[in-house]
């Protein structure tokens, strides 16, 4: 039998065939193996949040997936780094946040698109809460915010141990509050959170238009800014481009530095190619890198994607790294990531995320006033990113009859032409959830 990290990667991979690649790198890609011990599996998460969404969501999924690699049935236990279990190795002083040694500074090539956000970062690594404070990373995605995050924590768990580091992205940070709310749990959640020594808070624009979540937030930011505490926020666009976003939290995402990164160079691709072609110990030709870095030129995930397809295919087959191998390891990169159809039950919970109310309520029959906005906002939604007939979104909405989502969707269109604020945040729902798929 292989050992049970082994398992575990085969089970991972059998999860990874089944779900989307944004639920797969936030809720599976980072769970850990802690023992297997005959029908049963210990794995570990980085936050008690991230344990329940685990376990309610996907332990049936692991669980299938543990019992066709091992060939009999596995119970999943999951646990968090928050409560460790008594088999699993005792944890550091703050457990909260461990970044990854691959995503170092060491690591990270700098080129003229984010040679400014490199060297915020490594001031903001070596002297946090002095240089820049808060330091907001904005560009696209796959350009190397999440990387410098993990660098500048690595960076300070080295040279302060003692500090307690907090990761966490947007979206995640809303769906915590709804839960903390929901379960009477407020206080354990604030003070999570005004406790830290660092917070790096990915994705922020999640957080536009949600009412309690910018109002809890904002709090937090004024609570560690006081006192002395560093922040580290990243968007896809600058402050003033999410248009929800209260002006007293843009005002202070803006006190300290916006660094805007773009897309890198060519001789920057070709250096980020040749680093991990190296680090991989695989020999690339030089003709091939250009081939890559001529093709691909707006995310570097996509880059170091090719290059460990090149090297799987030479570990596996023995075959030289050919010109048609690149051309065909880019075609299943850019075919992988291709953006899945974005589901209704995925825009109805970015909705309920922004009015502060369930999935489940918008789906039922209460009409509160709260309920009927965000009931109506989610069919303008879905109408507009799918295309979807009105007779199928009634269907997906508690099988309301044609007139109903005829008025919502009339109600809507007239509110938008009179109410600013109402379009810009049915715009920033509409940007947020592209982005989750993207």
């Known amino acids: 039998m292989d050992s049970f990290s082994d398992v575990f990667d085969r089970v991972k991979q059998l999860c990874r065939e089944e779900m989307s690649e944004v639920a797969y790198d936030l809720w599976i890609g980072e769970l850990e193996m802690v023992s297997l011990d005959g029908t049963a599996a210990r794995l570990l998460c980085s936050s008690q949040f991230r344990r329940d969404i685990v376990n309610e969501k996907y332990n049936a999924l692991l669980s299938r997936c543990f019992e066709e690699i ?10 968090s780094r928050e409560a460790p279990p008594a088999a699993a190795a005792p944890a550091p002083a703050q457990p909260e946040f461990q970044p990854e040694k691959e995503y170092s500074f060491e690591t990270f090539v700098v080129g003229s698109g984010n040679s400014l956000a490199h060297a915020a970062a490594w001031a903001v690594a070596n002297n946090p809460a002095k240089s820049y404070n808060p330091l907001f990373l904005h560009g696209g995605s796959g350009l190397g915010k999440t990387h410098l995050i993990y660098a500048i924590c ?12 907090l990761y966490v992205k947007g979206e995640e940070f809303a769906n915590e509050l709804i839960l903390a709310i929901r379960n009477g749990t407020t206080a354990e959640f604030k003070e999570k959170y005004r406790q830290a020594d660092l917070l790096a808070v990915d994705d922020i624009q999640f957080i536009a238009g949600k009412e309690s979540t910018q109002e809890e937030f904002f709090h ?47 001789e920057t691709r070709m250096a980020i190619i040749s680093r991990k072609a190296d680090s991989l110990g695989l020999a690339l030709p030089e003709d091939v890198a250009a081939f890559i870095a001529g093709k691909l030129k707006d995310n570097i995930r996509q880059l170091e994607g090719v290059v460990k397809r090149l090297d799987a295919h030479n570990r596996l087959n023995g075959a030289p790294i050919t010109m048609m191998l690149a051309e065909n390891a880019i075609q299943d990169i850019m075919t992988e990531q291709t953006p899945l ?5 995925r825009i109805i919970d970015e909705v309920a995320r922004t009015y ?43 099988g309301r009859d044609h007139s109903t989502v005829v008025y919502a969707l009339q109600q809507t269109a007239k509110t938008l ?22």
């Open 341 to 345: 159809p974005v589901t209704v039950d």
């Open 70 to 79: 091992m060939g009999f049935p596995v119970q999943v236990e999951i646990f």
């Open 154 to 165: 690595g960076r300070i768990r080295q040279t302060h141990p003692e500090y307690r580091l």
């Open 356 to 398: 502060g109310v369930t999935a489940d309520e918008i789906r039922g029959q209460r009409r509160s006033n709260q309920i009927s906005a965000a009931r109506q906002t989610a069919m303008y939604v879905v109408r507009e990113i799918t295309g979807m007939t009105q007779l199928d979104i009634g269907r997906e909405f508690g």
């Open 220 to 266: 937090t930011f004024n609570s560690l800014y006081e006192c002395g505490k560093q922040i580290i926020l990243t968007s896809d666009r600058p402050p003033k481009e999410i248009k929800t976003l209260e002006d007293r939290l843009r005002t202070r995402f803006e006190w300290g530095l916006l660094v805007d990164i773009q897309p890198p160079d060519f």
């Open 417 to 438: 032409q009179s109410d600013p604020r109402k379009k810009e945040m049915i715009e920033d729902i509409i940007k947020n959830i592209r982005n989750l798929n993207a």
